[in-house]
C-alpha cells in the first residue's frame, strides 16, 4: 500500500500553504510531517484525509486515484488534537460507530462489532471502561478511545493531527510509546503531524521537515541529524549557538579553533554566522588548551547531562552540554577554552529566529 | 499539612463535607444571598402564593367546580394544546433556521437572523391584529385560504398559527449559540469513519444539539400557553371551540368571579410547573448520560 503525493498545490485566499509537494509514503512506515504551525503540514494531512481538496496536483495510494474519492470512501482513520469524541456515545459506542453506520449489507453483526470493540478497547490499554462516557475519562484515556475508533474500521491509512497536544508531559510521553507499540502491532501506515521534533524524532521512521508549504528534508531522525539539508532544518531540530567565523575551502575558523561545515556541501568562503549544537560543544579546562577563550557564567539542568552557559570575551554567551561526570569539574568563574565540533552556515538568518539557546534558563526546545 | 488535610483531628469536628459557600471573589455574601431570596420571594413566590391562596373560598369543591366546567376545560385543552404543537413544529423549523443562519453565508442573513427576533420585540397586541387581519376572512392569505375551503381565523388553527410565530424565535435563539459552537471535527470524524450526511446529522449533530432543543421546546411551550394579546384577535373567542384559558380568567374577572378566575390560574400553573419539571427530568437524563 503506497500512497504517492505528487505536486500538491493549496492556497487559503492569498496563503500558498502547500507549494507543490511530493512525497512517497511506504506501506507499513511510521511517517511524521513536521514543521512549525503554518508550514502546511495540517494541511498536507487534511488533504490525505479528503476534507480538503487540492488547488493542484495528484495522490494516489497504490496507483489508485485517491483524491477522486470523497472522504467516507477512502477508509482512513483519522485522529484529532482536541479528541473530536461523540460526547453523548460511551467509549464503544464511540468505537463501533464507524462499523454501525455501513450499509447493512457490509455491517458486522451486534456480536461481531461488540467482540471487535473489546479487542480494541485492549488493543489501546483501557479494557473495562467500554461503558463510560468522554466525560468520564481523563485526556489521555480519551486519546486512547479516540485511536481505537479510528482504527476500528481497519483504515489503510492512519493519520493523526497533533494526537498529544491537548495532554500533559508526563501523559505525552507514554501515549507516544503506546502509538508507536500500536503501529508495530497492526502494521497500519501512519502519518503523525506534529510541530513537537522530539516527538516526531523519537517515533517516526522518517521525518518529513516542512516550511512554508514546502519539504525541507526527508529522511530518517539520524539523517536528519547528520546531515540537515538547510540551516532551517538544523535550528528547527534543536538548540544552537551562534558565532560569527571566517569560511575556507570547506572549513569554519574561529578565534583558536576551526570545525568542519556541515551544511551547506559547498561553502562559499568569506565573512559568515556558524551555527552550532551545545552537544557539539566541547569546554577545556587546561590552560593551554587550544580554543575560544571564555568563562563559565551559569551552570544548568539535571540527569546525566549538565548545560553550562559561557561569556565569551565579546560578550557572548554560548551553551555548551556536558556529561554530568565531565561538568563536575566546572565552576562558575572559571576560565575555560571551547571548541566546536562541526557547524552549519546560517545563509538565510534561519537561526537568528528564536532558536538560539537562552542561556540564563534551561534549554529552550524550539516549538512552533 | 496533615492536620490541615483532617480537620478532625485539629478541631474534632466531623469530617471534611463539601461547603455549601464556595469561597468567592466578591465579599457580601450574607447581604447578596439576603437580596436574592428576598428579591425572588417578593416578584415571583408571593404572587404565586397569593395565586395559590386565592380560590378556596368556596372550598375544594368550588375550585373544582370552576376548573371541570366543560367550556373551562375546552379553553385549557386548547391553550395547551396548541402550545404543544406549536412547540413541536417551532423545534423542527427554528433548528432549520438556526441551521441556515449558522451554516450558509447568504446576501441578507443578517436581516433575516434580526427578523427572528421581531416577535420577540413586538407589542403582542401588534402581533395579534397583523395576524388577525391577514388570515382575516378577507386578509390576503385568509381569503386565499377561505377559497380552498380552509378557515384559520376565528378557529383552533387560528391560535395554532399565532402560537407558531410567538415561540419561533426561543427555538432559534436556544439552537444557535450551540451549533455555532459545536466542533467541525466532529462532522469531520463522522465522515471520515464513514457515515453519510443524515447520518451525520441524526447521530453526531442532532444529540448535540437536543438539550438546546428541549430548552427552546419548554421556552416555546410555556410562553405559548399563557400567550394572550396576540392570540385573541384571531382566535375569535368562541366559547368551547376558540376561547383560549387566558381569555376564561379574564372572563371571570369581568365578572368579578375572583375565586373562579384564581382557580382556572391554579390549574394552568399546576399544568405548567408539571410540564417544567418533566423537561428538566429529561434533561437531568442526557446530561447523566453525556454531559460536558
Known sequence: MTLTIDGVYKQFGRFPALTGVSLEVRDGEFLSLLGPSGSGKTTLLRVLAGLDKPDHGWVYLDGVDFLALSARERRIGLVFQQYALFRHMTAARNIAFGLEVRPRAARPSRTEIAARVEQLLALVQIEGLGARYPAQLSGGQRQRVAVARALAVEPRLLLLDEPFGALDTKVRKELRGELRRIHDATGVTTILVTHDQEEAMALADRVVLMNHGRIEQIGAPAELDAAPASPFVFTFLGETNRLPCEVAAGVARFEGFTAPVICPAHPADGRAVALFRPEDTRLDAGPKADGLPARVADIRGRGPVRSIACQVLGGQRLVAEVAEVAAERFEIGQRVHLTVRRVVLDTNGAGRRGASVEPATAPVRLTA | ?292
Not at chain 2, 416578584?43 to 372550598?59: C, S, V, Y
Open chain 2, 1 to 292: 499539612m496533615v492536620a490541615l488535610a483532617t480537620p478532625r483531628v485539629a478541631g474534632g469536628v466531623a469530617p471534611r463535607r463539601r461547603p455549601w459557600r464556595e469561597p468567592s471573589v466578591l465579599p457580601g455574601f450574607a447581604g447578596a444571598l439576603g437580596f436574592t431570596l428576598l428579591y425572588v420571594g417578593l416578584i415571583i413566590l408571593l404572587p404565586l402564593a397569593a395565586l395559590a391562596a386565592r380560590p378556596w373560598e368556596h372550598g375544594l369543591q368550588g375550585v373544582l367546580d370552576a376548573i371541570l366546567k366543560p367550556r373551562t376545560l375546552a379553553a385549557l385543552r386548547l391553550s395547551f394544546g396548541a402550545a404543544l404543537l406549536a412547540a413541536f413544529v417551532n423545534v423542527a423549523m427554528g433548528l432549520l433556521i438556526a441551521w441556515v443562519l449558522g451554516r450558509y453565508r447568504f446576501p441578507g442573513r443578517r436581516i433575516v437572523d434580526a427578523l427572528v427576533d421581531l416577535p420577540f420585540a413586538l407589542p403582542t397586541a401588534v402581533a395579534g391584529i397583523a395576524l388577525a387581519t391577514l388570515y382575516g376572512p378577507n386578509g390576503w392569505i385568509g381569503a386565499a385560504l377561505a377559497r380552498g375551503g380552509v378557515k384559520v381565523a376565528f378557529t383552533p388553527t387560528g391560535v395554532f398559527v399565532a402560537l407558531l410565530a410567538v415561540g419561533l424565535p426561543f427555538v432559534v435563539r436556544a439552537v444557535q449559540p450551540v451549533l455555532d459552537d459545536l466542533d467541525a471535527s466532529l462532522e469531520e470524524a463522522a465522515q471520515t469513519l464513514g457515515a453519510n450526511p443524515v447520518q451525520t446529522f441524526a447521530r453526531v449533530i442532532l444529540p448535540a444539539l437536543a438539550p438546546a432543543l428541549i430548552t427552546g421546546f419548554a421556552l416555546a411551550f410555556a410562553r405559548g400557553a399563557g400567550e394572550y394579546g396576540s392570540v385573541i384577535f384571531i382566535a375569535g373567542n368562541m366559547p368551547g371551540v376558540s376561547e383560549i384559558a387566558p381569555l376564561v380568567i379574564v372572563t371571570r374577572l369581568e365578572q368579578y368571579d375572583y375565586a373562579g378566575a384564581a382557580s382556572v390560574g391554579l390549574a394552568m400553573l399546576a399544568i405548567s410547573l408539571l410540564a417544567l419539571v418533566a423537561v428538566n427530568a429529561v434533561q437531568v437524563a442526557m446530561s447523566r448520560r453525556g454531559g460536558r
